[in-house]
């Protein structure tokens, strides 16, 4: 379900939002990005949300 460019062994599950999210080690920091579906969308509560469009 997840696209494969992310770090799933440091997913987890925010209940403030409801969102699978993982960490993203940076060259400065590591920051946390939301698990996403291989078409964008991102993994929330059982469901997928719709990819975010700019």
Not at 21 to 48: A, F, K, M, N
Request: with cysteine; aromatic share 10%; hydrophobic share 30%.
């Amino acid at each position: 379900m997840a696209a494969a460019y992310q770090d799933l062994s440091t997913a987890r599950y925010t209940p403030e939002d409801g969102c699978y999210w993982y960490e993203h080690s940076g060259p400065v920091e590591t920051t946390l990005i939301p698990l996403r579906t291989p078409d964008g969308g991102h993994i929330c509560g059982g469901q997928v949300a719709p990819p975010v469009t700019s």
